[in-house]
């Protein structure tokens, strides 16, 4: 189960992810907004293991650490949802060395009520959090020797395949009106992606 060397062995590997997929995530996001999503991604996951070293057995700790990677490193709105979304998560955990299947449902919760509230955005308008509302239903669909690794990376592709045709109803992109109609949404894309690392 989810614990302190899981953790730090999937950042591990987000890092990498976001190192191939940097040029990938930036022009994504160039065709709708200010193009720096790689650049935001990477800079947060790089601070994140460069503090790896502190990472405790309480997790709550641990997703402290990673908000505070992402304050320091990223300015942009879409590093400050993943900043607020750790530090929430960050406030469950406390006490917590291990995580069980009802646990991880929280933590998307979590994350899925931060960005509604921080993101002013909703189900629908084409986010990532549509992608979360995904990974959630998926996982309380499947609660007996699930596959957390597929069930990531299956939910998001979902995601995305769901939303093809559609217009992206929030920030910066509904400037570009149908146009979106074509696009991926860059965080919808991007945590598809990243899916791709864990086992």
């Known amino acids: 189960m989810f614990n302190k060397l899981v953790m730090i062995d999937v950042f591990k590997n987000l890092l990498s992810k976001a190192k191939k ?12 907004g200010d193009g720096d999503l790689g650049i935001t991604i990477l800079n947060g996951l790089e601070e994140i293991n460069n ?3 502190k990472f405790k057995d309480d997790l709550s700790i641990n997703f402290m650490l990673c908000s505070q990677a992402f304050v320091k490193k990223s300015g942009s709105s879409f590093g400050t949802l993943v900043a607020f979304a750790f530090m929430n998560i960050s406030k469950d955990l406390k006490g917590k060395n291990t995580c069980d299947h009802e646990d991880i449902i929280n933590i998307i919760n979590i994350a ?3 960005i509604q509230e921080r993101g002013k955005t909703k189900l629908g308008d084409k986010t990532i959090l549509d992608s979360l509302s995904f990974i959630l239903n998926n996982l309380k669909a499947n609660k007996n020797n699930v596959n957390y690794s597929e069930l990531f990376k299956s939910s998001t592709k979902e995601a995305l395949d769901a939303f ?11 400037m570009f ?7 991926d949404d860059p965080g919808m894309l991007a945590l598809s992606k990243l899916s791709e690392v864990f086992k």
């Open 164 to 174: 093809k045709g559609k217009k992206i109803l929030i920030g910066r992109a509904r």
């Open 112 to 114: 899925m009520e931060t």
């Open 177 to 183: 009106e149908e146009k979106t109609k074509e696009l």
């Open 21 to 32: 997929s940097y040029d990938e995530f930036n022009t994504a996001d160039g065709k709708i």
């Open 51 to 53: 503090n790896i070293d």
